[in-house]
């Protein structure tokens, strides 16, 4: 049954509970671009939404950004992505990122990348709720092995990181209502309060949203990066990085075209060979100047309904009243 109250028309699921929020919608972490504004946007909107710890350099800087964000989400919740490379490398940070965050008093985690169980006793000995974000099923029943609150699947339409496997969004939705025990989520190619019913109505607590609201206003990043969102479709990307067993699902551009090509030519390339095409300062520089040809810019099939530039808080309110559009062609809102 859909978790739905027509009188005050209010969501109640695993999501609104646990975080607080008016919508069962989370806003995933977003690689240079998830910072304090967008974060704070994301939670007087009625939402939840993730820092995202790797766009910081420094650690210090890192916990100045959280501070902020504390302070402009007056005493809503808000979390800390912590998106962790699939293999642990030399240099890695991971374990001092989890504890500046468990030291903040920040009481809302999402981690994907790899999994989390190493790191597991320094959140949970501070009370901090992990929502792990994978691309499979066959993760997140790991996932919940190792103990973690509740799971994010995200679908081969995601933008960013689909994994391996390729399992679209429905299918992944009916395989975890089977397999699960903890509350889950459904992401990839999510952009329209209709996917949202149709994910409560299959057993899962909500929705994560990546590249729809890359276009809000709250989103640091050039006119004409958001422009270009904006003239894209759902046909407009491409998938690249698999021979390095790290599929990512892009904007398409020179870079995409490029790296497919080395691909195809060489399965066997490096990843060192492919870094000067990839690397996350290019992408960065996208943002920056808005010049969209290079760069690895991570977007979904969600390109679909982007439409023009809004406040995030109007975005959400689309997604609103279009999700009582569903529940109403359901019977579901008493009108």
Known sequence: MIAFNPETSAFDTAVTRTYGTRL???????????????????????????????????????????????????????????SMLPKLVQGERTEQVFHL??????????TSGRNPEAFMPILKDAGIHVLHKVPSIRYAVKAQDVGVDMVAIVGAECGGHPGMDMIGSMANAGLAGERLDIPWLIGGGIGRGSQLVAALAMGASGVVIGTRFLVCEEIRAHVDYKQKLIDATELDTQLCMTSIRNTTRSLRNVTTETVARI??????????????????????????????????????????????????????????????????RLGLTGC
Not at 101 to 110: L, M, N, P, Q, T
Not at 271 to 288: F, V
Request: with cysteine; hydrophobic share 45%; net charge negative.
């Open 24 to 82: 069962p919608v989370i806003a995933g972490g977003l690689q240079w671009l998830a910072r304090a504004e967008y974060v704070a946007a994301a939670a007087k909107a009625g939402i939840v939404s993730f820092i995202t710890s790797a766009s910081f350099a420094e650690l210090d800087d890192l916990k100045a950004e959280i501070e902020k964000c504390r302070e402009m989400c007056d005493g809503r919740a808000f979390g800390v992505n912590v």
């Open 101 to 110: 965050i468990a030291g903040s008093g920040v009481k809302f985690v999402e």
């Open 263 to 328: 691909e195809s030519e060489n399965p066997d390339v490096s990843l060192q060979e492919l870094m000067q095409h990839i690397s996350g300062a290019i992408g960065r520089k996208a943002y920056e100047t808005g010049d969209t040809s290079r760069g690895i810019l991570a977007a979904g099939h969600a390109l679909g309904f982007v439409d023009k530039v809004q406040p995030l808080a109007e975005i959400v309110d689309r997604f609103e009243t279009d999700a009582t559009l569903a529940l109403r």
